[in-house]
């Protein structure tokens, strides 16, 4: 751990991966607040720690100094504001005046959300998932998703068991950086509710060992040959024959999701509502009719994942054994 390997270490610079890359990434920024915010106090701090201009007693060097690597753990680990207000306290103890000059602020673009989310999709991806303690966090999604991950039959929670682990990262990612806007997900997303990138990883290294229900929504079932003759020709080839997406390049599952679901993720990624889709298939999708997307759509509703990940009869998350909201 850096902040064990003492002040020189961290003051020269040294800073992890994460900060390092988090920090470079905050320059490029400027729009981006929270970051640039906390990178310009860092600077401050570190400056008048090397310095000490305003002749601090050694005690309040000492104490500056704990919060400094606390503030950074805090940054590391997704904590943002909280890590902020740490070190802003080394302002009062070594007595460095407060900046006048307000930032600029505006509002981040679509490229500084996407990179934002890259760098977490990065981090989540190579952490080691820590199942156990992914249960753990689980719970809190259990009561909107179901201990099984199901999700709700009208549509307005998607099914997320046996979803790819990457996707499942990556719309997590997305979600908390700003790239994807679903109102209900951002408290969870938080860091405050996950913890950094190995939060994202835990969380879907249990959402991984759910098992899917097939036992969900589905269309009309009365346009279905239209549906798979736009299906095979406009979707397969990312979505897979049989809608089992795939994992590295991050193509979502389709099989075996609500049909209402389905229904309003399609119509927020033709109109752009959902900004994380993917752009050749906003493409792809601009001629469809109305007719053309219910067939489509009903089509996938019925798609089924290979037996061996269908949630047996009755399967129950035994996870889960005092159900509160059953
Ligand atoms: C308050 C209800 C609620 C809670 C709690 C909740 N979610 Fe969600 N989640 C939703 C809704 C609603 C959506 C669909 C958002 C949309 O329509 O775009 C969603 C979408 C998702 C998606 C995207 C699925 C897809 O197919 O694109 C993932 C992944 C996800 N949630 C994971 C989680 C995890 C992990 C947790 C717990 C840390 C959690 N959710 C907690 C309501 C919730
Ligand atoms: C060029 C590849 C590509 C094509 C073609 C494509 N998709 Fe997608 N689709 C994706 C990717 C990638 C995502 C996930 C985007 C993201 O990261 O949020 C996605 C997301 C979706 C979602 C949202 C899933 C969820 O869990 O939230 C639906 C529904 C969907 N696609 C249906 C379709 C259908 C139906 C077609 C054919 C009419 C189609 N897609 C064609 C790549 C494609």
Redesign the pocket.
Known sequence: MVWAGGFQRIVRGLVPFGLASGLAFGLALVALPALADFETDLKRVEAALKKNPSQASGFAVRSCLNRYKFAVKLYEDGHEERASRRLRTCFELLDIPEVTVKARVSAPTQEDLEARARQEIERALVAEPDVARGLALYRECAGCHLPEGWGLSNGSV?QIAG?HRT?II??LA?IRAGN?DAVLMVPYAAPEALGGAQGIADVAGYIDTLEISIDTNKGGGDDLAHGEA??TK??A???GAQGEGNAE??????HS?HYN??VR??DW?KTGR?R???A??VA??QA?SERDVKA??DW?SRLEPPPSLQAPEGWKNPDFTDRPFE
């Open positions: 998607p979803q996707v990556k719309q997305d994807r736009l299906y406009h979707c080839r990312c979505h390049t991050f193509v979502p599952r389709v999701q679901y389905l993720q399609f990624i959902r994380n889709a993917n050749e298939m792809q999708i469809f489509v759509l996938v």
